[in-house]
């Protein structure tokens, strides 16, 4: 987190669009100045997901693997 406000990440399941995978994503507060990794889940690996975001109030999606 380069910024100088916490990022939430929500606790939420991913599935993929025919549900026929789905893995539990946790949630994580990342602190201004910190820096968090993640496993990628085993049944998410090599897939697309999203994550959703809590900054400032406002929710976004965060897209794995990211750019």
Known sequence: NEGNVTATLQREEFCTEDKK???PLEGKRIYPGVKWEMEVPTAL???SFE??????GKYSKLSYPSN
């Open 21 to 23: 995978i789905c893995a």
């Open 45 to 47: 690996k090599g897939r």
């Open 51 to 56: 994550q959703t975001l809590l900054l400032n």
